[in-house]
């Protein structure tokens, strides 16, 4: 069972929501063709097409989330229409969702475009450098969809005989509802091949902010990326306006907000943190990877943060291997600021604490796969473990403590039970209860060690929720009781740690009271 962590409004955040796959909502389907008794009712606006019948969108998805998540929702969990989660998750699996038929989409719903232009057949660079107020666009697919305050991305393809970088070059607002009729006879004569019909569909676009060179998004990037390689235009670019999903326009947001621009403090620190996750390993772009992992979190290209990398490498004296010279001045800050020279080591356990204090939790996804045990006793307890041993996202995958208590669970998360994998393996963290380090002095022990997913990891180390003596988990700023930990005969959690975690880590209001009973 998933803990349904909630917004300020009382809603389960859009982050669990997003655990909904195609396989939940077909067995929702299913559930809803056998007649299950749900809580929602009929929708009034907008219908789901599927197996050649019309379903309520909210009814599907809140039922597809019992399987999901193990638990019921109920309407007020979560808000439908555009640009909701639910219409999201239910659209980027492939469900058509739609208004009813006479209903008008409210004017305030907007939604979110790529247009594309090929360099071969007009010149858009050309276009973009006159700086006219507003500009025409051809409109062959979505004409009944797209509407006055829509938002549209600029796309330009590479070309053959014109060729050029292809990728998104421009944000504009639809300014006109579609009609029939000539192009903007301004830019007749940047034509390269035939002209279009006279007569074609058109909406007027108003250019909002135009990339210079160091900010188009790239193809190639958006290809590699793990969100954004979903864009139907990076899968099949054969035509001239697509749709985006709200999940890949606020990964294209936070791209397009950043990309070009010089880096922060608190960008170089989590670049910074990703690179003491990879030291003496590969340094991967893979999905699952540290440097992936901060990609999403900061709203950089997965390329930059990899060549962010590269500069920090070129500043390590103990990697002979050549980095990026590029790096600026607020590279060698951050580097100076956690890297001891007497020692030769990055403080780890600063740089993970600024990290996630800065830039807060992200919960990955993956497949579930049966779990394979160890075998042999636990390791020897280490009672006294030296710095080198700190609670950082390097040593916690390295320690063979750690690693045996992953295995143990299967790499699955004790706390909402589920397994993530990505392409490199399993994605699960041991936590320890007690910290290690000079502050804490907890011991690297199996009992003072739970498998944890990333995002529980995240909010178990900053006190998000704390685990009673009998178990069960208790959130700190949510009322109740959310589940109990998953256990294993073998793995023994011990008492004191989790005590100690409850009145020094999480400092929780109630750790006196329950101790003390």
């Known amino acids: 069972m998933v803990i349904l962590t909630r917004q300020r409004n009382g809603r389960v955040h859009s982050i669990v929501l997003r655990r909904i796959r195609r396989e939940h909502v077909e067995q929702a389907l ?76 409210p004017a305030s719903s907007s939604r979110t475009w790529i247009f594309q232009g090929n360099p071969d057949t007009f010149d858009l660079d050309g276009y973009l450098a006159r700086k006219p107020a507003r500009i025409s666009w051809a409109v062959n697919q979505h004409r009944d969809e797209i509407r006055v305050g829509d938002r549209v991305f600029l796309w330009r393809s590479a070309g053959k005989h014109h060729k050029s970088v292809a990728g998104i070059i ?37 250019v909002d902010e135009q990339a210079n060179e160091r900010r188009v998004l790239k193809r190639e990037w958006l ?37 070009g621009k010089d880096w922060t403090r608190p960008e170089c620190i989590a670049a910074l943190w990703a690179y003491d996750a990879s030291y003496q390993r590969e340094v991967s772009s893979s999905d699952g990877s540290p440097v992936a992992e901060v990609a999403l979190r900061i709203g950089r290209a997965v390329a930059g943060v990899y060549n962010k990398l590269m500069n920090f490498r070129a500043l390590d004296p103990r990697d ?47 497949e579930e796969a049966a779990p394979t045990l160890p075998s042999g006793p636990p390791p020897v307890a280490n009672a006294n473990p030296g710095r080198a041993s700190q609670t950082t996202y390097r040593v916690v995958r390295d320690s063979a403590v750690t690693r045996w208590v992953k295995e143990v669970h299967g790499h699955r998360c004790q706390a909402c039970g589920e397994r993530f994998d990505s392409p490199k393996g399993p994605v699960a963290e041991g936590a320890h209860i007690r910290p290690l380090g000079a502050v804490h002095e907890g011991p690297d022990d199996t009992r003072n060690v739970i498998c944890l997913c990333p995002t529980h990891h995240a909010l178990f180390d900053r006190g998000g929720f704390v685990v009673l003596d009998d178990l069960s988990l208790h959130s700190t700023h949510v009322d109740g009781l959310l589940d109990r930990l998953v256990t294993q005969t073998v793995h ?10 409850r009145k020094v880590i999480a400092r929780w209001s109630g750790a006196e009271h329950v101790d003390a009973q």
């Not at 555009?82 to 989409?105: A, M, Q």
């Open 30 to 105: 299913d559930a809803l063709d056998a007649g299950i008794t749900h809580a929602f009712g009929p929708s009034t606006d907008y219908d789901l097409l599927a197996r050649g019948r019309v379903y309520a969108p909210k009814a599907v998805f809140g039922v597809a989330a019992q399987f999901a998540l193990g638990q019921q929702l109920v309407p007020d969990d979560f808000s439908g229409g555009e640009n909701s989660t639910c219409f999201s998750v239910l659209r980027d699996c492939g469900y058509t969702v739609e208004p009813k038929p006479g209903t008008v989409r």
């Open 170 to 206: 421009a944000r504009c607002t639809v300014d006109s509802e579609p009609w029939q009729g000539p192009l903007d006879p301004a830019g007749h004569d940047l034509w390269r091949g035939e002209a279009p019909p006279a007569d074609g569909w058109h909406v007027w676009l108003q």
């Open 223 to 259: 290809k590699s990326d793990p969100v954004c390689r979903n864009l139907l235009i990076v899968k099949q670019a054969a035509g001239t306006n697509y749709a985006v999903s709200q999940a890949c326009l606020d990964r294209l947001e936070g791209l397009w907000e950043r990309t």
């Open 320 to 366: 002979e291997r050549k980095g990026l010279d590029a790096g600026g001045a607020v590279d060698e800050e951050v580097w100076s600021e956690f890297y001891d020279p007497s020692r030769e080591v990055l403080r780890s356990d600063d740089l993970q604490r600024s990290y996630l204090d800065l830039w807060g939790d992200t919960a990955p996804a993956g």
């Open 492 to 501: 023994e959690v011990a008492t004191e740690f989790l005590r100690y975690h």
